[in-house]
């Protein structure tokens, strides 16, 4: 069972910047398409950016795509979610997700991963 853990949340002001890790059990970052989502109290959780599990290829919310940024770590079991220019409706828990049958599509769902995090907060304030 592979298991994955989100770090690096925390509180910010409108404007900072926070780097934000997932670390897997395994690795399998370089095997699996792996993506960061987030909810905020009282929504739905939303996408907010991929990366395929080759690396040649990104995506990201249309609302964030700008200011957020995926990457991998060298290391095979870590990947970023690097954010900058926060803003207070950013505000929200942060999950890692893994998709082992590697069906990425630009803007999936929830539904299309089978292992998550628990999660990390990420509050910025005004």
């Known amino acids: 069972q592979v298991q994955v853990a989100e770090s690096g949340g925390g509180s910010v002001q409108a404007g900072g910047s926070l780097r934000l890790s997932c670390t897997a059990s395994?690795?399998?970052?370089?095997?699996?398409?792996s993506a960061w989502f987030r909810q905020a109290p009282g929504k739905e959780r939303e996408f907010v950016g991929a990366?395929?599990?080759?690396?040649?290829?990104?995506y990201y919310a249309d609302s964030m795509k700008d200011r957020f940024t995926v990457s991998r770590g060298n290391a095979k079991n870590t990947i970023y979610l690097q954010m900058n220019n926060l803003k207070p409706e950013d505000t929200a828990v942060y999950y890692c997700a893994v998709d082992p049958r590697n069906w990425l599509a630009p803007h999936p769902t929830a539904a299309a991963f089978d292992y998550w995090g628990q999660g990390t907060q990420v509050t910025v304030s005004s």
């Open positions: 395994e690795s399998i970052f370089r095997s699996y398409d």
């Open positions: 990366i395929s599990w080759r690396g040649d290829n990104t």
